[in-house]
T-cell receptor
């Protein structure tokens, strides 16, 4: 009965590879997000989707492509992985349409990506 | 530009002692403010949030925070810390009309001494 789940939990890969991270929420929320947490634990939003529509795209390299097949899923595909992509990636969701600024966001457990 | 600053990167307190974690924000309007906690290897969990009204906000696990507009602060407090409170704490501000975007502070790591 996990609210926001991510797979895989750990991902170790070589530079230049392409990888995907999956996120699912069973809370019935309309908005989903991807955050990146770097090695200094700094958290920064990457994308948000509302009901499959892209709302936020925070100057992320176009090697990163989010895909939302339905409002319960938001996947993150990363092409041509670089060393600097090593980080923890968190998925989150919130209830309201278009994710207004007062909404509580519910976070998944994170995916720890290591690029060698 | 909006920003959140947590001046203390790491704090150590003794179990049973009181705790205050500092958070300062820069925002052009009345902010929506949040405190999240991240336990080791886990995702973030909301402790409490402030929208408007009473400036003293109660949260889960015995935490509270006080919004002080004059000081642009939203400090988190707990009267008696438990060993299980050891974690990373993040203050965040919700940005108006930007699709739920949260701007986080750098985080404060809390260690608890027995």
């Amino acid at each position: 009965d996990t609210a926001v789940s991510q797979t895989p939990k750990y991902l170790v890969t070589q530079m230049g590879n392409d990888k995907s991270i999956k996120c699912e929420q069973n809370l019935g929320h309309d908005t989903m997000y991807w955050y990146k947490q770097d090695s200094k634990k700094f958290l920064k939003i990457m994308f948000s989707y509302n009901n499959k529509e892209l709302i936020i795209n925070e100057t992320v390299p176009n090697r990163f492509s989010p895909k939302s097949p339905d409002k319960a899923h938001l996947n993150l595909h990363i092409n041509s992985l670089e060393l600097g992509d090593s980080a923890v990636y968190f998925c989150a969701s919130s209830h309201n349409g278009r994710g207004y600024e007062g909404e509580t966001q519910y976070f998944g457990p994170g995916t720890r990506l290591l690029v060698l | 530009a909006q920003s959140v600053t947590q001046p203390d990167i790491h704090i150590t307190v003794s179990e049973g002692a009181s705790l205050e974690l500092r958070c300062n924000y820069s925002y052009g309007a009345t902010p929506y403010l949040f405190w999240y906690v991240q336990s080791p290897g886990q995702g973030l969990q909301l402790l409490l949030k402030y929208f408007s009204g009473d400036t003293l906000v109660q949260g889960i696990k015995g935490f509270e925070a006080e919004f002080k507009r004059s000081q642009s602060s939203f400090n988190l407090r707990k009267p008696s810390v438990h060993w299980s409170d050891a974690a990373e704490y993040f203050c965040a501000v919700g940005v108006y009309n930007q699709g739920g975007k949260l701007i986080f502070g750098q985080g404060t790591e809390l260690s608890v001494k027995p």
